[in-house]
Structure formats: structure tokens, C-alpha cells
């Protein structure tokens, strides 16, 4: 019947016998495409909020077929990051990267593109928040777990700057050295050994500021004049 009333266009009793469907026979055999119509109803009717949260009812308490439920899995983590994506659009800088992070704990592995996505996303909005320390704590995160994304330059850099920022001149020496070191190609690479040597020198540690330039040359002969022994010039 569910059926009948969907194909003669009375939605809302179709969703209603669906949803029945599903919610009181789930290891029937129309359970699952019932689901999928009750979803494919909600979100053509543009309720966001209702179909975020009968996806998440589906995904603990619908049918338990393995397919179903890594499609609906899928479904709720794609929502869920658009959520937060709109947190970015009204410039809700802080929550977002708050909820992104918790995303990353909810979901993690399950979505590996999508942690990574997350997990940097984390990291911009609190730099645009004003949080750097939070900012910098996301980073090495990223780092950490994702060290050969095609992003990690750019983090490794911004990590490098926020240390800066915040005066931490040991790990700001630490974090250009490393950029420098990790990514020798890069546009920043040979201004980077600069500031790790110039931070090393903040720090009183001469001798290393001497071996920080000293290894640049060995990797930029071609730019003596860039790696003089007075960084700070």
C-alpha cells in the first residue's frame, strides 16, 4: 500500500507507511527499500534537520544488513559535515572547528578522506577564530596522521608561523627545519631555514644556528647569498 499511495503522489501517507515499514518490521525484506524511500522523501522536501536525524534513528535501529547500513553510514557522516559547513558560511569560526573536531572522534577512521578533510578544516577555523593555540594543536594532529597529504605543506608552514606567533621560539625553530627539511621543493623552503636559524639564535643556541645554515648550504649550494650567517639581516 505504502507504495501505491508514493506512485499516486500522496507523499505524507507514503512516508508515514515507509517509515511504519521500517520502524516495526526491520528484518523484513521491504524494510530496506522502504528506508531508502523514507530518506529519498525527506530529502527532496528539503527537511534537513528531519532527515539528518532519521538517518542517524536508521543507522542504530534500522535493519542491520551490512550494505544498508555503510550506505546510511555514509549518508550520516555526509550530513553531518555539511552541518558544519554552514557553520563556516555564517563565519561561526570557533563552533566549527569545535564540531569538526568532534567529528574526527565520532567518525575517524571510518571515512579516511573525510577525516582528513575534517581534521584540516578543524585547524583553519580555529586560526580564523583567533585560536592559535587550539589552531596549533590541530595541526600537529594533522601532522601526525595525515604526513603525506597533498595539505601537509601547507599546515607544516602554518604551524611553523603560529609557534612564531606565539613566541614559542624553540618548536617555531623545530617546525621551519622540519618544513624546510620535508619539503625542500617548496617556494618557503629555503626562507624557512632562515627563521629556524634566527629562532635558534632567539633562543641563545648559536651553534645550532650555525648547523641549521650550514645544512641549508648542502641542500641550496645555488643560494649562498640566501644563507649567510646573519639570518636575522
Known amino acids: 500500500m505504502a507504495t501505491l499511495y508514493y506512485q499516486h503522489g500522496e507523499i505524507p501517507v507514503a512516508h508515514q507507511r515507509f517509515e511504519a515499514i521500517v520502524k516495526e518490521h526491520p528484518s523484513s525484506k521491504q524494510a530496506i527499500p522502504s528506508a531508502f524511500r523514507v530518506l529519498n522523501i525527506l530529502e527532496l522536501s528539503g527537511e534537513t534537520q528531519k532527515f539528518s536525524e532519521?538517518?542517524?534513528?536508521?543507522?542504530?535501529?534500522?535493519?542491520?544488513?551490512?550494505?544498508?547500513?555503510?550506505?546510511?553510514?555514509?549518508?550520516v557522516?555526509?550530513?553531518?559535515?555539511?552541518?558544519?559547513?554552514e557553520l563556516e558560511t555564517k563565519q561561526n569560526y570557533a563552533l566549527a572547528g569545535e564540531k569538526y573536531l568532534q567529528y574526527c572522534s565520532k567518525h575517524g577512521e571510518s571515512d579516511r578522506?573525510?577525516?582528513?578533510?575534517?581534521?584540516?578544516?578543524?585547524?583553519?577555523?580555529?586560526?580564523?577564530?583567533?585560536?592559535?593555540?587550539?589552531?596549533?594543536?590541530?595541526?600537529?594532529?594533522?601532522?601526525?596522521?595525515?604526513?603525506?597529504?597533498?595539505?601537509?605543506?601547507?599546515?607544516?608552514?602554518?604551524?611553523?608561523?603560529?609557534?612564531?606567533?606565539v613566541a614559542d621560539h624553540h618548536s617555531a625553530r623545530r617546525a621551519y627545519e622540519s618544513f624546510a627539511l620535508n619539503h625542500p621543493s617548496h617556494a618557503q623552503a629555503i626562507n624557512s631555514l632562515r627563521m629556524a636559524a634566527l629562532h635558534a639564535?632567539?633562543?641563545?643556541?648559536?651553534?645550532?644556528?650555525?648547523?641549521?645554515?650550514?645544512?641549508?648550504?648542502?641542500?641550496?649550494?645555488?643560494?649562498?647569498?640566501?644563507?649567510?650567517?646573519?639570518?636575522?639581516a
Open 113 to 165: 578522506a573525510l577525516y582528513e578533510k575534517a581534521l584540516y578544516n578543524a585547524a583553519v577555523n580555529f586560526d580564523k577564530s583567533g585560536q592559535k593555540i587550539q589552531s596549533l594543536r590541530t595541526d600537529e594532529m594533522f601532522i601526525t596522521r595525515f604526513p603525506k597529504s597533498p595539505f601537509a605543506p601547507e599546515i607544516a608552514l602554518r604551524l611553523a608561523k603560529n609557534y612564531e606567533l
Open 54 to 75: 532519521t538517518a542517524r534513528w536508521m543507522l542504530a535501529r534500522g535493519p542491520r544488513d551490512a550494505k544498508f547500513q555503510a550506505t546510511v553510514g555514509t549518508i
Open 77 to 85: 557522516r555526509g550530513t553531518e559535515f555539511k552541518q558544519i559547513e
Open 201 to 232: 639564535q632567539a633562543e641563545n643556541d648559536f651553534s645550532q644556528s650555525e648547523n641549521i645554515l650550514k645544512s641549508g648550504l648542502k641542500l641550496f649550494p645555488a643560494h649562498k647569498e640566501m644563507l649567510n650567517d646573519d639570518p636575522s
